[in-house]
């Protein structure tokens, strides 16, 4: 059973950068569709971005594209989210997910979550 712990989540202010970490352990990145999510107080789970088995293959929610970027190491098997311009509204528990199925914005086609890591923006 694949096991997924995410870490670099902190408080930053408007405008800055963090880089989140997604370490998995149990499978291999290189064998799952990994995807970032994000959970605001009192909202629902929304999608941010997912990249495909390989690597060479990501996709963007609207509200993060051009801002954010996520990638695989390999060697490390881990996933980042590296996240500049940060905006308050980006303030949320954000989650690493995998799954087998195909790439999907949708949290329910990934079956291996972590416990999340918090992101605080501060105006």
């Known amino acids: 059973q694949v096991q997924l712990v995410e870490s670099g989540g902190g408080l930053v202010q408007s405008g800055g950068s963090l880089r989140l970490s997604c370490k998995a352990s149990?499978?291999?990145?290189?064998?799952?569709?990994m995807a970032w999510f994000r959970q605001a107080p009192g909202k629902e789970r929304e999608f941010v971005a997912h990249?495909?088995?390989?690597?060479?293959?990501?996709w963007y929610a609207d509200i993060v594209k051009g801002r954010f970027t996520t990638s695989k190491d390999h060697a490390n098997n881990a996933v980042y989210l590296q996240m500049h311009s940060l905006k308050p509204e980006d303030t949320a528990d954000y989650y690493c997910?995998?799954?087998?199925?195909?790439?999907?914005?949708?949290?329910?086609?990934?079956?291996?979550w972590g416990q999340g890591t918090r992101v605080t923006v501060s105006s």
């Open positions: 990249i495909n088995d390989r690597g060479d293959s990501t």
């Open positions: 997910a995998a799954g087998q199925t195909a790439i999907s914005t949708k949290a329910y086609d990934y079956k291996y």
């Open positions: 149990g499978g291999t990145v290189s064998t799952y569709t």
